[in-house]
């Protein structure tokens, strides 16, 4: 294999250029959505925005038309020239169509082909993905009748988002939230992504573990899990079941993604062990610390004039007792973080560790390895090595899910 084109980093996002066509019903949560237009029209997002009359009661036209720059849709029976086939053309000319919030009115009406306004009648003369988020009262959510509709949506081909839980406009306590907006983005891209990992159930750990030394003092690295977090995203959007064992970071849990947080090394290897028994494929993106210390001081250690020694004891290394104890069928993927000889190094830990692939970042680059938003790294496993040029993380972990594919 030989190194990969380099191109300029590419971060951007993964539905730009793309088209929503944002119907909106009503309830209270339409003001929630007018924060998602500018979200999308920040990523370079075409949204177009249609309302059903009852919207109208909670959110004007006008802020939707201000904020998307586009016509607002709402009457199916509009004489002005543009909006006389909108029944049709609007779908033609968008890539998915987003229901949110959805009431359980529109529910009902959607998941028995009615077409009695101009979004319903959208909906059901689409031939684009439909992408629905519930919102409304916790008793209307729990309903039989709503909850079959839901079924009958689902079973219609429609993605619903599930509402979240929490406090409603209504003073109620409960399920029936407006999904937040990093879920429903993320089914968003999800629809744009290549669903190659459907069916994979994929244990990915990220960040860097803590050795406390007193109840004040830990020894830790740089890694911010930005790496392993990108990793478990784009699993997740690939269809993938992901679970992510993660160390102490300042990022939000990814969404769709079962987030287990651990502190030191022997808790990270408790999850993992447990966790790997059911793994399709094992990605341990996790700077794991080699050492902790010997002696935990229970009291504050205090200065007394005098410099101090600290013993190491070593930890174990998790990736090499799943390279010992290897399972058929298990794809086994570790990092090595070098600052010379990558491939060397790369190729050493391959065999050493008894691993599938070994993904080799240099740790001396500003612009690669701990801490920063972008990577570039050397793919080495049995048949050779790759290198890939500058990308984002993101981007570099669909390069490494790409590779991991053709194992
Ligand atoms: O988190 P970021 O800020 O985005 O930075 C990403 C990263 C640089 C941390 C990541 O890309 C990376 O290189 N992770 C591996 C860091 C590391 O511990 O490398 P290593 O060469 O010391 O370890 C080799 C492999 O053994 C790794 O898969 C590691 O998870 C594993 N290991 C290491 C020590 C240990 N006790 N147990 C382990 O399983």
């Known amino acids: 294999m030989s190194a990969d084109k380099g191109h300029s980093v590419s971060t951007t996002s993964p539905l730009r250029g793309k088209n929503v066509l944002l119907g909106v019903t009503g309830s209270i949560a339409a003001f929630k959505v007018a924060g998602w237009i500018h979200a999308l029209t920040a990523q370079s997002v075409g949204v177009?925005?249609?309302?059903?009359?009852?919207?109208e009661r909670f959110v004007s036209s006008l802020t939707f038309g201000a904020l998307s720059g586009n016509t607002v849709y709402r009457d199916m029976f509009d004489e002005e020239p543009?909006?006389?086939?909108?029944h049709i053309t609007l779908s033609r000319e968008a890539d998915v169509i987003l229901i949110a919030p959805a009431t359980a009115h529109t529910m009902a009406r959607l998941a028995h082909g009615m077409a009695d306004d101009l979004l319903s009648t959208v909906v059901l003369a689409a031939k684009i993905p439909v992408v629905i988020c519930p919102a409304m009262?916790?008793?209307?959510?729990?309903?039989?009748?709503?909850?079959?509709?839901?079924?009958?949506?689902?079973?219609?081909?429609?993605?619903?988002?599930?509402?979240?839980?929490?406090?409603?406009?209504?003073?109620?306590e409960g399920a029936g939230r407006l999904p937040e907006w990093e879920g429903?983005?993320?089914?968003?891209?999800?629809?744009?992504?290549?669903?190659?990992?459907?069916?994979?159930?994929?244990?990915?750990?990220?960040?860097?573990?803590?050795?406390?030394?007193?109840?004040?003092?830990?020894?830790?690295?740089?890694?911010?899990?930005?790496?392993?977090?990108?990793?478990?995203?784009?699993?997740?959007?690939?269809g993938a079941e992901v679970v992510l064992i993660s160390g102490p970071v300042a990022l939000a849990a990814p969404c769709f993604v079962t987030t287990l947080q651990v502190t030191t090394a022997l808790e990270m290897r408790e999850h993992v062990l447990q966790q790997s028994r059911d793994a399709d494929i094992i990605v341990k993106a996790a700077a794991v610390a080699d050492f902790?210390?010997?002696?935990?001081?229970?009291?504050?250690?205090?200065?007394?004039?005098?410099?101090?020694?600290?013993?190491?004891?070593?930890?174990?290394?998790?990736?090499?007792?799943?390279?010992k104890n290897r399972r058929a069928g298990c794809?086994?993927?570790?990092?090595?973080?070098?600052?010379?000889?990558?491939?060397?190094?790369?190729?050493?830990?391959l065999k050493r560790k008894n691993v599938d692939l070994i993904v080799v970042n240099d740790i001396l680059s500003p612009t690669t390895g701990f801490d920063v938003e972008?990577?570039?790294?050397?793919?080495?496993?049995?048949?050779?090595?790759?290198?890939?040029?500058?990308?984002?993380?993101?981007?570099?972990?669909?390069?490494?899910?790409?590779?991991?594919?053709?194992?």
């Open 184 to 238: 429903v983005y993320e089914k968003l891209v999800s629809l744009f992504c290549p669903q190659d990992l459907v069916g994979k159930k994929i244990l990915i750990t990220a960040g860097p573990t803590r050795e406390p030394l007193d109840p004040v003092r830990f020894l830790s690295n740089r890694s911010s899990g930005k790496m392993g977090h990108a990793l478990a995203r784009t699993a997740a959007r690939r």
């Open 292 to 323: 902790r210390p010997k002696n935990y001081q229970k009291q504050k250690i205090k200065k007394n004039g005098e410099n101090r020694q600290i013993a190491l004891k070593e930890n174990p290394d998790i990736l090499a007792e799943l390279g």
């Open 137 to 172: 009262n916790t008793n209307m959510l729990s309903h039989p009748a709503t909850r079959q509709n839901l079924e009958r949506l689902q079973g219609l081909g429609y993605q619903v988002v599930p509402p979240d839980s929490g406090n409603l406009a209504c003073g109620e």
């Open 374 to 407: 972008t990577n570039q790294v050397t793919l080495v496993d049995k048949s050779g090595s790759l290198q890939l040029p500058l990308l984002s993380k993101v981007d570099t972990a669909n390069r490494i899910w790409d590779h991991i594919l053709t194992l």
């Open 82 to 86: 543009e909006k006389l086939m909108a």
């Open 48 to 55: 177009t925005v249609m309302m059903t009359g009852a919207a």
């Open 331 to 349: 794809v086994l993927v570790g990092f090595a973080a070098e600052s010379r000889n990558h491939e060397k190094e790369g190729r050493n830990k």
